[in-house]
């Protein structure tokens, strides 16, 4: 083995970690890889970037435009709703035509894509034929996966596996050169679905299946009727004349208020500025915790006396003003991402930005330049701070602009306290309620600054900066009367211009690691998330501080018309087809010539297929099938970047002899069964890698070592090549090894365990259809 072989096989060993652990996003391993590659001087520079000027690069992001413009004009939708009409209600009819005609469809249209389409179409077939999802999301999806195999632009694995064959100097396959073994291997799985698959599918009522009979439903999946309590706001209550905003419910209490019922009526999905009565009954969803422990219970008593300012500052305790920075590791940082306390030693008392003074709930307040800080901290902190900070000690006379005396509150910690026992970090004072803990008093001796581990004990004296009204609400939460066991029917959520409905993240969000809260989720589109299901199971408390994965399906409650909105973002895919976005279904026959027109001047040879995908774009845009916001939004970006950037792996692997080395181990293995033996071989470990790396870069790494096993072997390379084809597009075997899998594993009620079970017979026989016919449509 040479040092550039080693080189080559080290960084690719070390993609495959980052991919498999994903420490990284993909895009940015495959930038990596790149850089690397350069770096140690394997690929040229001006090789490197050449990725993305590839055909397969180029045809890829067009081919996304061209799918957009299908959808968006209807063509896709118009074919599913024949599948509706077609599908009846025998179960081997319906798992015909419905794998049928997604893998038709995904054979032009991005697979991804379809399955967003067809996700509430399946789930409507589902509830109109009384079969779980589960029976049919499955063989749907998997259905739009083969239909990838059956054209050239049926998947990106495709066109760069024909990219190298291009670079090797050999004719590309054409359009639909992968069309017999494809459709045979449709023909097969079908069969296979009807014989035996879908006795092995699991039988699971998934949330989003019955929402038609929402009360049996959401206790079976979502357990809301657990979880939902009525709780009234008793004469002379602090929280009477606030605010819902100001009363925190949700930020505090973790509870999701859904409807205000009052002498005058009911208001369902109450804004923020609700001003709150006395006598109100408020329906809410969420755990009970947070009021079972202040329940009953004294928690803090409010002095009348306040504290000076200068009780803040000691011999080792000073107060400094920062200022905010390009430069500054404050600059678009807020405290939670800072961790000020633990990382710096120090804590932010008040913020001052132009004339606005901030002092309380600052913890998620985003920096930036021209800010100014008042820090706390012991002297040897400030002392290191100011080395690569801009910091100045304040005097007496300096603290008089924040007005910090207007905050600073002595309160006592009474007997019989639920706080008492409890640690500063734990008590949640300050997350719940923005009031933070500056000293304590303790048997006359002051503790400056304590640590958010120290134990509060009955009878501690605490000097705390927030505000009155906040204890006021602390209060108010002590003396509200729950009731547990309301007698309610989880139907009576919806009218006539109300619903509950499921939403799901699409496979082209941008929203993924950000929260409810972060997005203003309800006062934005007028809804409220009554429950999160994830994995295999819902959550229903502090949904509004819980960061969003691709694959989330969100429980929304809300009027129609806002779903209607709500359809109409990219973020989101609705599960109901009353609320799909209105399709441009008089644009349908011209985008369905336009892709008619791309695939016929292919077919004879008159452009290559780069250019007339990139012309059919262009005229699906210029014909107004679609806007170019929704082309460039309809761009898989990081699958661009993915492979365009993981291309030099496959040059370095040729040029360096990797490629060669690893084939001949292959040969080695198996070169004495013949040729067909080392096809399933190869074959075998494409399928093996495609449940640790994207196809794409599966793709990437084994096309060259089927080209070097079919030059080391004397055959065509053609059978080999288009075994990996065939081969890496089969990603079915976990929920992760495709963005499809994820899409249908909540609305499915999926486990990790249903996509082996289900995905390794199909992975199989995409083996063995391909090792029985690529010899005969692609001699050796």
């Known amino acids: 083995m040479t040092l550039d072989i080693a080189l080559t096989l080290g960084i690719l060993l070390l993609a495959i970690i980052l991919f498999v652990t994903e420490l990284l996003r993909a895009d940015l391993v495959a930038l990596l890889v790149l850089v690397l590659l350069v770096v140690v001087g394997l690929v040229p520079p001006e090789e490197s970037i050449s990725g993305f000027s590839s055909p397969a690069v180029i045809t890829t992001w067009a081919v996304f435009i061209l799918s957009a413009g299908l959808a968006r004009t209807g063509v896709a939708a118009r074919l599913a709703e024949q599948v509706l009409r077609l599908a009846g209600k025998g179960e081997s009819r319906l798992l015909t035509v419905l794998m049928g005609s997604t893998a038709a469809i995904s054979a032009f249209v991005i697979n991804v894509g379809v399955v967003a389409m067809f996700l509430p179409v399946t789930l409507d077939i589902a509830r109109r034929t009384g079969r779980p999802a589960s029976k049919l999301l499955m063989p749907m999806v998997f259905a739009t996966t083969i239909g990838g195999m059956t054209v050239l632009i049926g998947t990106a694995s495709n066109l760069v596996v024909v990219d190298f064959l291009r670079e090797a100097g050999m004719r590309p396959p054409g359009l639909f050169d992968f069309t017999i073994v494809g459709v045979s291997i449709l023909l097969v799985a079908v069969i296979y679905m009807l014989l035996l698959g879908r006795r092995l599918l699991p039988e699971r009522k998934s949330p989003s299946v019955d929402n038609i009979k929402p009360s049996k439903d959401f206790r079976q999946h979502y357990e809301l009727k657990e979880r939902i309590a009525k709780i009234t706001i008793p004469g002379g209550s602090p929280l009477a004349g606030k605010t819902l905003d100001e009363s925190r419910f949700g930020r505090a209490l973790g509870l999701n208020v859904l409807s205000v019922m009052r002498e005058e009526g009911v208001r369902h999905i109450p804004g923020p500025d609700l001003e709150l009565q006395a006598g109100d009954i408020l329906l809410v969803l969420g755990k009970l915790d947070s009021i079972d422990e202040i329940s009953g219970k004294p928690v803090v008593m409010l002095l009348d006396d306040s504290p000076e300012t200068t009780c803040l500052i000691s011999d080792n305790i000073n107060l400094v003003e920062l200022s905010v920075t390009e430069e500054s590791i404050f ?194 589109f007028g809804v409220s998330v009554l429950a999160i299901w994830r994995g295999e199971r819902a959550y229903r408390t502090s949904l509004n501080d819980m960061p969003l994965e691709f694959g989330d399906a969100l429980l929304c409650y809300g009027a129609g018309d806002k779903f209607a909105v709500l359809a109409r973002d990219t973020d989101f895919v609705v599960l109901n087809l009353d609320y799909q976005e209105k399709y441009l279904y008089k644009k349908a026959p011209l985008s369905g010539l336009i892709m008619l027109a791309v695939l016929a001047t292919v077919l004879l040879n008159l452009l290559p297929i780069y250019i007339a995908a990139i012309a059919g774009a262009l005229i699906m845009i210029v014909t107004r099938c679609l806007t170019v916001e929704e082309a460039y939004r ?99 075997m976990t929920p992760v090894s495709h963005p499809a899998n994820v899409l249908i594993m909540s609305p499915g009620g999926y486990r990790f365990s249903d996509y082996i079970k289900n995905g390794l017979p199909l992975s199989l026989i995409v083996l063995a259809v391909s090792v029985l016919l690529l010899p005969v449509v692609f001699p050796f």
């Open 331 to 524: 600059n678009g940082k807020s405290l939670v991402e800072l961790d000020t306390r633990q990382k710096l030693g120090v804590s932010l008392l008040a913020l001052r930005r132009g004339d606005q003074i901030r002092r309380t709930n600052l913890s998620e307040v985003v920096f930036e330049p021209g800010d100014n800080l008042l820090l706390r901290g012991p002297v040897e902190k400030l002392e290191s701070l100011r080395e690569q900070e801009e910091l100045v000690i304040l005097q007496n006379c300096d603290l008089d602009y924040y007005n910090l005396d207007e905050r600073l509150l002595y309160v006592r910690i009474p007997e019989g306290s639920s706080l008492a026992g409890t640690s500063i970090r734990d008590m949640g004072l300050a997350k719940n309620y923005g009031i933070s803990v500056l000293n304590i008093v303790r048997n006359g001796r002051e503790l400056h600054m304590p640590e958010p581990s120290t134990i509060l004990k009955e009878k501690d004296l605490l000097v705390v900066e927030g505000r009155s009204v906040d204890i006021e609400v602390l209060r108010g939460h002590q003396s509200l009367l729950v009731d547990r066991n309301p007698d309610i029917d989880l139907s009576e959520l919806e009218t006539d211009t109300l619903s509950v409905v499921e939403v799901m993240l699409s496979p082209h969000t941008t929203l993924t690691g950000k929260t409810l809260r972060q997005l203003n989720f309800r006062e934005k």
């Open 634 to 732: 309809a761009i898989e970006w990081k699958a661009i970047f993915l492979i365009a950037a993981m291309l030099p792996m496959g040059f370095a692997m040729h040029k360096t002899g990797a490629a060669a080395m690893i084939a001949e181990i292959v040969i080695d293995a198996v070169g004495s069964l013949g040729p067909t033996a080392i096809l399933a071989g190869l074959m075998t470990m494409a399928l093996i890698l495609n449940q640790f790396i994207p196809s794409a870069v599966n793709a990437v790494v084994m096309t060259p070592i089927a080209l070097a096993s079919a030059a080391g072997l004397g055959i065509s390379p053609y059978p080999l090549v288009m075994g990996i084809a065939y081969s890496v597009a089969a990603s079915f």
